[in-house]
């Protein structure tokens, strides 16, 4: 069987590192170790858009080491960078972190191979598809909310629940010994992810690797399996996959792509945090749960109004191939640049009052170029509608069943991934 071969492209001659002297660049002075990560970790938000008031939409931050990266904020920015018409800022480049555990997925591809492979996945994600996936996922949901009483760590649970729906509506993985030995390793990689990359036994970069070496022999060991199965599990789709010339995907294409799509479902819990935090905000708001009950199309403007609150994915990174100019500034070639969408949506200017939880907001279309949680351009969410029919099919079962009200305060650690600092339990109540 002929397969799908490689496109070169522009990005494979960027240099393993970006460019470290930014210095000539505006922005905040760093500590020589810390940079500017104390005012940055905290919660970026506040610490960019006040920077954006000083330095102008374009400047530099210092992370460890004060080594400097781009942060780009406004309307051009989202524009410019997230559109890409001109094929120069690599997704490659910018995930590279990600790069080193899961190989060539769709997010760690660039330009003409990223759109051939974004084809070959576009219809794991066509509505039969996703149907499908609606019925396989509705037991795990139905045993999961079941499961919901008193007192809950939503995040604990709920990022139980997207690893479960991944596992089976992914992998094709039915319950029993292999989707609880996949677990632990999926957890372990997704923890580690965003450590410290040391190579040495006992950190959990090494941890993090053993994992993910673990799970891409299981892939492999199932990927036989799956090319002359006949299951409706995405895995089984990309493993079937055909072009136009009759070609399918080699096989280490589609070991990184399900390795991938297990992280991206994720986003590092990305899914879970969404649906942890609109549960945690409903508990806040009980005239919303009740109005829920009356107008459950409404949901999705709950979703929105938490994904703005607390966007998962907090920064969308790149690295620019040729010099460019942005908001008046020159940027060197291989620059790491960031477009935080965080600060974007608690900018005054974009959002009224931006601190206050009212999805009414969402009656009327965002101003343009200041919402992107799912993303833009080329790179944009390939599972966003499956993320919302997840949060979907989860908020129906419950919403109704359950009465919610808020136990722990909302603590929020925002770097390098959102998530809560401590528990954060709400209260379970049966209606
Ligand atoms: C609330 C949940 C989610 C949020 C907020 C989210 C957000 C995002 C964002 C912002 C990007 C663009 C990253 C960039 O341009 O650098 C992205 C890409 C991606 N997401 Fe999601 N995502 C979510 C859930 C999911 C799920 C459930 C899946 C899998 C079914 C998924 C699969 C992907 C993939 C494969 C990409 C890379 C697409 C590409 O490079 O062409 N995401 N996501």
Redesign the pocket.
């Known amino acids: 069987m002929k397969t799908i071969p490689r496109i070169p492209v522009a990005s494979d001659d960027l240099p393993a590192k970006p460019t470290r002297s930014l210095d000539h660049l505006p922005g905040p002075r760093g500590h020589w170790l810390k940079g500017n990560l104390e005012s940055l970790l905290p919660n970026p938000g506040p610490f960019l858009l006040e920077m954006q008031a000083t330095y102008g939409n374009c400047f530099t931050i210092g992370m460890i080491l004060n080594r400097r990266v781009v942060i780009w904020m406004g309307e051009t920015a989202h524009q410019v960078m ?1 559109t890409d018409r001109e094929q120069n800022f690599s ?1 490659r480049g ?2 590279d972190v990600v790069a080193a555990y899961f190989g060539r ?5 660039d330009f003409e191979d ?1 759109r051939q ?2 084809q070959a ?1 576009t219809g ?2 066509k509505r039969d598809a996703l149907a499908r996936y609606e019925e396989m996922m509705q037991p795990i949901i139905d045993d999961a909310v079941d499961r919901l009483d008193g007192s809950v760590d939503v995040y604990v649970e709920m990022k139980r629940l ?1 690893l479960e729906i ?1 596992i089976e509506v ?1 992998a094709g993985v039915a319950p029993g010994p292999t989707a609880d030995a996949i677990y632990p390793d999926l957890v372990q990689v997704l923890d580690s992810v965003l450590a410290p990359h040391i190579r040495l036994p006992g950190t959990r970069h090494w941890k993090g690797m053993s994992a993910r070496n673990r799970l891409k022999r299981r892939i492999q060991n199932l990927l036989r399996e799956r090319r002359e199965g006949d299951g409706d599990d ?1 895995f089984t789709r990309l493993a079937r996959h055909r072009d136009d010339e009759g070609r399918c995907l080699a096989d280490e294409d589609v070991v990184d ?1 399900m390795l ?2 297990l992280f ?4 590092t819990t ?2 879970a ?3 942890a935090m609109m549960l945690a905000l409903l508990a806040r708001h009980p005239e919303w749960q009740q109005r829920l009950i009356e107008e459950p199309e409404k949901i999705d403007w709950i ?1 929105f109004e938490t ?1 703005r609150l607390y ?3 907090q920064f ?3 690295r620019n191939i040729n010099a460019f100019g942005a908001d008046g500034i020159e940027l060197p070639p291989n620059a790491h640049v960031l477009l935080p ?1 965080q600060a974007s949506h608690m900018n005054p200017a974009c959002f009224t009052e931006p601190k206050t939880f009212d999805p009414e907001r969402f009656a009327h279309p965002p101003k343009p170029h200041t919402f ?13 509608h ?3 029919l ?2 979907r099919a989860v908020m129906t079962k419950l919403l109704g069943r359950h009465q919610l009200e808020p136990i722990d305060e909302i603590d929020l650690d925002y770097l390098p991934v959102i998530r809560p600092l401590k528990r954060l339990a709400v209260g379970f109540r049966r209606a």
């Open positions: 997230l997704s910018g995930w997925n769709i997010l760690t591809r990223h492979h974004r996945m794991l994600f997207a991944a992914f995405l792509h991938g799509m991206a479902a994720h986003d990305a899914s945090m969404a649906m979703l994904l966007s998962p994915v969308v990174p790149r969408m992107y949680p799912f993303g833009r351009g080329a790179h944009m969410c390939i599972g966003m499956f993320a919302t997840e949060v």
